[in-house]
C-alpha cells in the first residue's frame, strides 16, 4: 500500500505468477530498470482533504464528537474529535467471549504457498509499459496467527453467522462484539480474524492476499481457514451470505470488498477503513489493469446491483501517492461512495477530519457503529 522511492540500485528478476501461486524468477532484461532501495526518508504527510472539494459526495457535516445512526443510509462527515466508544472498553460486567488462537504454516497451503518481495526495496514503474511496475519477488515462507472469538451466548452445534477480519489477530473487534452481542445489537456470531502472509504492497505475500481483484482470498478462506475454525472450537459457521461479513483496513479493506464482490455466494456484508481501493495490484491483470481502483471505474457502474450492504471509512490526511493518477485514498473512497450511490446500494461513507490512515482513534470511535450498521436487516434462515 505505501509508496514507490525514486532512487533505483538492486538488480531486477523478473516474476511470474503459477497456477498454485507461487513465484519464480528470470534474469533481468539489461534495459530494464531496477526495484527500487527503500529511501531512509519518511514520506512526506499527506496532505488534509477538505470533505467539501467539488467533487466530493454531498455528505451531512455531524456536530463534532457525533456520529451517525446505524439505521441511516448515505453519506457524513465526523470530526475533528474522536472519542472512542464505550463499547470499545473492556465489558467487565458483561459476558465475555472466549478468544483461540492457532497458527498457519505456508507449507499447508495449497493456494498461497508463500512469497516475499526482496528486503529494503520497492516496486518502481515499467518504463516500458506505465501500467506495469517492476519488483523483485521470490517464494518465501511464512506463519500466519489466526484469532477465533466465540461468544458466551453461542449454542454449540447451531449454526452461527460471522465475520472474517484482515490484519489479524484484533482484539479491538472482539470487544466491540462482547458489548453489541450482549445488547442484541448484532447477532450472536462468530469472528475469525486472520493475520496475513507478511510484508505489504507489490511483489509481498500480504500484497498477494489483499490486492488482487479476484475471489481467490476468499476461496482460500473458505477451504483453508473456515474448516479449521469449525474442527477445532466445535462451532458451526453458517453457509448463508446474508449471514457472513468481511472486514479490513487499507489493503484489508479492499480484500473484504473482493471477497464479497467476487463471491456474492459467499459473503453480502462488506466494512472497510481506509479502503485500498487503488492501483496496488500486483502482479498485473489485463482484466482489472487499474486494480481495486476498477471498483468504482468500471466494476460497479457498468454491473448489476448485487445483494451487498457495506460500511466505508476515509480519512481528511489519507494516502496520497503522486506517482500517477490511481493513488488517492481519499479520491478512490469517495468514487466508491458516488459509485454506490448511483446504483442504490445500502451504504454508509464516513469521512472523518482529523484523521490519518487507518486511524486508531476513528476506529475506536466507530467501530461499534459500523458493526451494527453493517448488520442491518439480517434475518436468520430458518
Known amino acids: 500500500m505505501f509508496g514507490v522511492p525514486t532512487r533505483m540500485s538492486l538488480i531486477y528478476l ?9 513465484q519464480t524468477s528470470a534474469q533481468r532484461p539489461p534495459d530494464r530498470q531496477s526495484p527500487a ?34 439505521k441511516e443510509d448515505g453519506n457524513f462527515i465526523i470530526g475533528p474529535t474522536h472519542n472512542p466508544a464505550r463499547e470499545m472498553a473492556a465489558n467487565e460486567s458483561g459476558p465475555k467471549g472466549d478468544v483461540f488462537e492457532f497458527t498457519m504454516e505456508s507449507k499447508d497451503s495449497k493456494i498461497y504457498p508463500g512469497i516475499a518481495r526482496e528486503p529494503n ?29 466465540v461468544p458466551k451466548q453461542y449454542v454449540p452445534g447451531t449454526e452461527a453467522p460471522f465475520i472474517v477480519g484482515a490484519d489479524g489477530p484484533d482484539q479491538t473487534l472482539f470487544t466491540a462484539l462482547d458489548y453489541l452481542i450482549a445488547e442484541h445489537r448484532v447477532p450472536v456470531m462468530i469472528a475469525i ?7 505489504d504492497a507489490q511483489g509481498s505475500e500480504r500484497g498477494l492476499e489483499y490486492d488482487t ?36 483496513c487499507s489493503s484489508g479493506g479492499a480484500a473484504a470488498m473482493a471477497m464479497a464482490w467476487y463471491h456474492t455466494n459467499l459473503y453480502h456484508r462488506v466494512l472497510s ?47 496520497l501517492i503522486t506517482r500517477d493518477n490511481y493513488h488517492d485514498w481519499v479520491v478512490a473512497n469517495e468514487r ?35 458493526l451494527e450498521y453493517v448488520w442491518q436487516e439480517y434475518t436468520p434462515k430458518k
Request: hydrophobic fraction near 35%; glycine fraction near 8%.
Open 121 to 149: 526495496t520497492f516496486a518502481v514503474p515499467d518504463p516500458a509499459d506505465p501500467n506495469k511496475v517492476i519488483v523483485n519477488s521470490y517464494p518465501a515462507p511464512y506463519t500466519r496467527r489466526v484469532a477465533v472469538y
Open 193 to 199: 480474524s486472520i493475520g496475513n502472509g507478511g510484508g
Open 37 to 70: 532501495k527503500a529511501s531512509s526518508e519518511a514520506r512526506a504527510p499527506a496532505p488534509t482533504r477538505d470533505p467539501n472539494t467539488p467533487g466530493y459526495v454531498k455528505a451531512n457535516e455531524l456536530p463534532d464528537g457525533t456520529i451517525p445512526s446505524p
Open 213 to 248: 481483484m479476484s475471489g481467490l482470498y476468499a476461496e482460500f478462506v473458505e477451504k483453508e481457514v473456515l474448516p479449521l475454525v469449525e474442527k477445532k472450537y466445535g462451532v458451526k459457521l453458517t453457509k448463508d451470505p446474508d449471514g457472513r461479513a468481511t472486514t479490513g
Open 273 to 319: 477503513y481506509s479502503g485500498t481501493f487503488v492501483y496496488q495490484q500486483w502482479p498485473f491483470n489485463s482484466e482489472t489493469p487499474h486494480g481495486a481502483w476498477q471498483f468504482h471505474e468500471t466494476l460497479i457502474p457498468n454491473s448489476l446491483k448485487k445483494p451487498l450492504r457495506i460500511w466505508m471509512h476515509v480519512s481528511d490526511q489519507d494516502i
Open 14 to 22: 523478473m516474476v511470474v505468477l503459477s497456477p498454485a501461486m507461487a
Open 336 to 370: 466508491m461512495a458516488k459509485a454506490l450511490a448511483a446504483k442504490g446500494y445500502p451504504y454508509q461513507f464516513v469521512f472523518a477530519k482529523n484523521a490519518v490512515h487507518c486511524d486508531r482513534g476513528v476506529k475506536a470511535q466507530t467501530l461499534p457503529l459500523a
